[in-house]
């Protein structure tokens, strides 16, 4: 498994992005909300980090596939 540090600002938005088209699609699968809470934890956790001044802040770290998932749907 990969991993990568990014700008959290940029996540969070692109966090936002992709929430917006799930709120689109009428699922109601299990996988959908599954997917749709992961991503509104990525966006939490991201719009945290870029409101920080501590030493490191601004930046949050994602796996590949959590980075696939909100670009898959952005």
Request: aromatic share 6%.
């Amino acid at each position: 498994m990969s991993y990568a540090a990014l700008d959290a600002v940029r996540v969070a938005k692109a966090s936002k992005s992709a929430l917006a088209a799930l709120g689109q699609v009428r699922e109601e699968s299990e996988a959908h909300i599954r997917k749709t809470l992961m991503i509104e934890r990525i966006e939490a956790l991201a719009s945290a980090a870029a409101e920080t001044s501590l030493p490191g802040g601004g930046l949050v770290t994602l796996t590949s596939e959590e980075f696939w998932l909100i670009s898959k749907n952005w």
